[in-house]
Antibody, heavy 121, light 106 residues
Framework: EVQLLESGGGLVQPGGSLRLSCAAS????????MTWVRQAPGKGLEWVSD????????YYADAVKGRFTISRDNSKSTLFLQMNSLRDEDTAVYYC??????????????WGQGTLVTVSS | SYELTQPLSMSVALGQTARITCGGN??????VHWYQQRPGQAPVLVIY???NRPSGIPERFSGSNSGNTATLTVSRAQAGDEADYYC?????????FGGGTKLTVL
């Protein structure tokens, strides 16, 4: 069974940093692209960042570009999101998800349970 | 940037059919995926590549995509289908989600 377990969330002051982790199991982690998606309280889903299976290419939403860094350790089946210069508007539940695919078409399945990041003074 | 438009909410009577739309410029040329999110839970994939159901998703869920509108159809609606539903596409090296539709089963 594929499992994704996020950790590292918590309360941080504006301007601070936080590093999220997503431990994967039940599949060959190094063969799949991975992604981070967030959801602010009472709001919809917002894509944050993507990383290819090898880690060679990364993509970011404009809202986090230059502040967040996605990375992965394929030897430990773990995905990371380094978040710097955090703002109030970064407050959200952060989900990691595996990118399943058919050819060059991808989708997110499954998702982890999420970790809450609260940015507040 | 590409935008996806969904109705904020809709309701369906128990046992009836709900059709949730997702509008986007020439969305028919893209692959659309749909996610269900029950209250307090993580999203779950219910339709991928316009009309494909993952294993474990009931046949009551179906999808279509043409022109400027993609549609998620929930047939014979059950109380457990009450949730938020999001459409998603990939455009210009970026993932785009619709704003979400809250489906209420009456």
């Amino acid at each position: 069974e594929v499992q994704l377990l996020e950790s590292g969330g918590g309360l941080v002051q504006p301007g601070g940093s936080l590093r999220l982790s997503c431990a994967a199991s039940g599949f060959t982690f190094s063969s799949y692209a991975m992604t981070w998606v967030r959801q602010a309280p009472g709001k919809g889903l917002e894509w944050v960042s993507d990383i290819t299976s090898s880690g060679g290419r990364t993509y970011y939403a404009d809202a986090v570009k230059g502040r967040f860094t996605i990375s992965r350790d394929n030897s430990k089946s773990t995905l990371f999101l380094q978040m710097n210069s955090l703002r109030d508007e970064d407050t959200a539940v952060y989900y990691c998800a595996k990118e399943d695919n058919s050819g060059n078409i991808k989708w997110f399945d499954p998702w982890g349970q999420g970790t809450l990041v609260t940015v507040s003074s | 940037s590409y935008e996806l438009t969904q109705p904020l909410s809709m309701s369906v009577a128990l046992g009836q059919t709900a059709r949730i739309t997702c509008g986007g410029n020439n969305i028919g040329s893209k692959s659309v995926h749909w996610y269900q999110q029950r209250p307090g839970q993580a999203p779950v994939l219910v339709i991928y590549r316009d009309s494909n159901r993952p294993s474990g998703i009931p046949e009551r869920f179906s999808g279509s995509n043409s022109g400027n509108t993609a549609t998620l159809t929930v047939s014979r609606a059950q109380a457990g289908d009450e949730a938020d539903y999001y459409c998603q596409v990939w455009d210009s090296n970026s993932w785009v989600f619709g704003g979400g539709t809250k489906l209420t089963v009456l």
